[in-house]
């Protein structure tokens, strides 16, 4: 089954800085790459997902960046503020989410005032 | 429209006890699957469906059964509840080409 490594487990950046969050995964018929904002004691929230026939998708603030060779995406996030503070995991699919999602284990973001 | 709605929000078991998280949504999705949250594993797929009468094992599966008799109800059970069993429990729903959607979690101890 489809395996995804994301990495790193926690980063701490400095309000106003860009961070990145970068994910692997193993299975090439993946093709469906969202990412989840997870805020303490709430749900998962849908920020931002890329499609594999597509390289980088931009919304405001947030980008994601897919490499199908590498079988890598990363978000980024710029211009970073407070409330970017909650944890992120990204996921992963062959049938567009309707087999379910394989998930990273999740990035702690801290935003440092 | 509620969206995806999970119940109860808060559980607690004794070891071989059992018990039906319910998951319902109003939003005609074709698809749904739960997933139990554990602190640093992520999200992980027990069980998913694709249709009313379809059901599959996700990655850990193991102590859980699911049916799904309409598209809007999609039951987790645990026959005989065990202490690895705690968790947080989420349930979510789609359509093909659209994002998924999570309920709002049930918060199971067993104890």
């Known amino acids: 089954g489809e395996n995804v490594e994301q990495h790193p487990s926690t980063l701490s950046v400095q309000e106003g800085d860009s961070a990145v969050i970068k994910c692997t995964y193993s299975?090439?018929?993946?093709?469906?790459f969202p990412w989840y904002k997870q805020e303490l004691g709430k749900r998962p929230q849908l920020i931002i997902d890329?499609?594999?026939?597509?390289g980088e998708k931009k919304d405001q603030r947030i980008a994601v960046t897919l490499n199908k060779t590498a079988k890598h995406f990363s978000l980024h996030i710029t211009e970073t503020q407070p409330e970017d503070s909650a944890v992120y995991f990204c996921a992963a699919s062959y049938r567009g989410g309707a087999d379910g999602l394989t998930f990273g284990k999740g990035t702690h973001l801290i935003i440092q005032p | 429209n509620a969206g995806v709605t999970q119940t109860p929000k808060f559980q607690v078991l004794k070891t071989g006890q059992s018990m039906t998280l319910q998951c319902a949504q109003d939003m005609n999705h074709e698809y749904m699957s739960w997933y139990r949250q554990d602190p640093g594993m992520g999200l992980r797929l027990i069980h998913y469906s694709v249709g009313a009468g379809i059901t599959d094992q996700g990655e850990v599966p193991n102590g859980y059964n699911v049916s799904r008799s309409t598209t809007e109800d999609f039951p987790l059970r645990l026959l005989s509840a065990a202490p690895s069993q705690t968790s947080v429990y989420f349930c979510?729903?789609?359509?093909?080409?659209?994002?998924?959607?999570f309920g709002s979690g049930t918060q199971l101890s067993v104890l």
């Open positions: 299975d090439s018929a993946s093709n469906y």
């Open positions: 979510a729903s789609g359509r093909d080409g659209e994002k998924l959607f």
């Open positions: 890329i499609r594999s026939n597509v």
